[in-house]
T-cell receptor, first 116, second 113 residues
Framework: NAGVTQTPKFQVLKTGQSMTLQCAQD?????MSWYRQDPGMGLRLIHY???????DQGEVPNGYNVSRSTTEDFPLRLLSAAPSQTSVYFC???????????????FGPGTRLTVT | AQSVTQPDIHITVSEGASLELRCNYS??????LFWYVQSPGQGLQLLLK??????LVQGIKGFEAEFKRSQSSFNLRKPSVHWSDAAEYFC???????????FGTGTSLTVIP
């Protein structure tokens, strides 16, 4: 199992550009989520999905879009990048989305994004 | 409102010394509690978790944590720290309903020889 994979590892964008951060998992997990990590602020939830076709907003969703067409993939789209979106982005997955239950999350290695 | 507080932003310990990282939570129901470790440039790795039962839980790499409901705490401990333990440590809570996990702001651990 590769676990949770994220691409790219690093990305530099100019203000106003758009891009998609890719996330995939091969563990057949129902639940997937995106976090951003900023110094002194821990991890904050951007969007999450409890299964294919179902997504919902987290704590800091503005400026980001997601979709979940398959169980494996959960891309995060930045529509018009802003310097405030400079951060490290983590994707995570766990079992027990729609089927319930409590489980730990498994994290990808992260994408370091800089917006100039 | 649910929240997690890690009061110590940064801790420095000598190699071989004991370690305790503090975590306090605010949660409206029975909490599910986690400790994660993040090495530089890496993702988060689960150290241990508490769902129910014995309040002292053992994790990987020689770590343990104790759930104290009366103090709303879930402190992480290790009896003898190794240089390789230098990393960022995150406490997290939830969910038993809903889907949101809440993370603390992290404690950065430095280990000196």
């Amino acid at each position: 199992n590769a676990g949770v994979t994220q691409t790219p590892k690093f990305q530099v964008l100019k203000t106003g550009q758009s891009m998609t951060l890719q996330c995939a998992q091969d563990m057949n997990h129902e639940y997937m989520s995106w976090y951003r990590q900023d110094p002194g602020m821990g991890l904050r939830l951007i969007h999450y999905s409890v299964g294919a076709g179902i997504t919902d907003q987290g704590e800091v969703p503005n400026g980001y879009n997601v979709s979940r067409s398959t169980t494996e993939d959960f891309p995060l789209r930045l529509l018009s990048a802003a310097p405030s979106q400079t951060s490290v982005y983590f994707c995570a997955s766990r079992p027990g989305g729609m089927s319930g239950g409590v489980y730990e999350q498994y994290f990808g290695p992260g994408t370091r994004l800089t917006v100039t | 409102a649910q929240s997690v507080t890690q009061p110590d932003i940064h801790i420095t310990v000598s190699e071989g010394a004991s370690l305790e990282l503090r975590c306090n939570y605010s949660y409206g129901a029975t909490p599910y509690l986690f400790w994660y470790v993040q090495s530089p440039g890496q993702g988060l790795q689960l150290l241990l978790k508490y769902f129910s039962g014995d309040t002292l839980v053992q994790g990987i790499k020689g770590f343990e944590a104790e759930f104290k409901r009366s103090q709303s705490s879930f402190n992480l401990r290790k009896p003898s720290v190794h240089w390789s333990d230098a990393a960022e440590y995150f406490c997290a809570v939830g969910p038993n309903t809903g889907n949101q996990f809440y993370f603390g702001t992290g404690t950065s651990l430095t280990v000196i020889p």
